[in-house]
């Protein structure tokens, strides 16, 4: 006998879980947490003179944060617990959070001299932009993998 997750997850398979619509869907997710993350990182390093090193890891770490909550926000209005839902963002998005990250960094660091352009450089925006859009690109089929397999954003799917 099938659990009702189980049953859930097959219906949300049938109606295009696995497509590219919800792939999209679910990187479109992840990177609004990971560009308010990182976009605050990037601006609280470099308002600060940090080196850039620590800026990346500021961003990193408050992109994660932030995708993290995203996520929770809407698991507790289904009323999940916090650690519950804690432990439900950690599942969904910790593997599309770490690809977008990786990804956007080694973008917006490979871009000379992006890093220490400063705030109010279009270099440091431009390069800013097209690491987000890149780490998107990528991103996308690996959240369609994932949800193919049950896994990443279908875990929270049960949630909506």
Do not use: K
């Not at 992840?30 to 850039?52: K, N, Q, Y």
Request: glycine share 10%; with cysteine.
């Amino acid at each position: 006998m099938a659990s009702n997750h189980d049953e859930h997850q097959h219906q949300y398979m049938e109606h295009g879980g696995s497509s590219w619509t919800a792939a999209v869907q679910a990187t479109l997710h992840c990177l609004t947490g990971c560009a308010i993350g990182e976009v605050l990182g990037m601006v609280i390093g470099s308002a600060f003179g940090l080196h850039a090193a620590a800026t990346v890891a500021l961003s990193i770490a408050l992109a994660f944060v932030f995708g993290y909550a995203l996520t929770m926000r809407g698991v507790l209005r289904a009323g999940v617990g916090p650690r519950q839902a804690l432990r439900v963002a950690l599942a969904a998005d910790t593997v599309s959070i770490a690809v977008m990250e990786l990804i956007d960094n080694t973008v917006v660091v490979t871009v000379p001299g992006a890093m220490d352009a400063g705030l109010g450089s279009w270099l440091f925006w431009a390069s800013l932009a097209l690491s987000l859009a890149v780490a998107f690109v990528v991103t996308v089929p690996v959240n369609r993998r994932l949800i193919a397999s049950g896994r990443g954003h279908a875990v929270v799917h049960r949630y909506h």
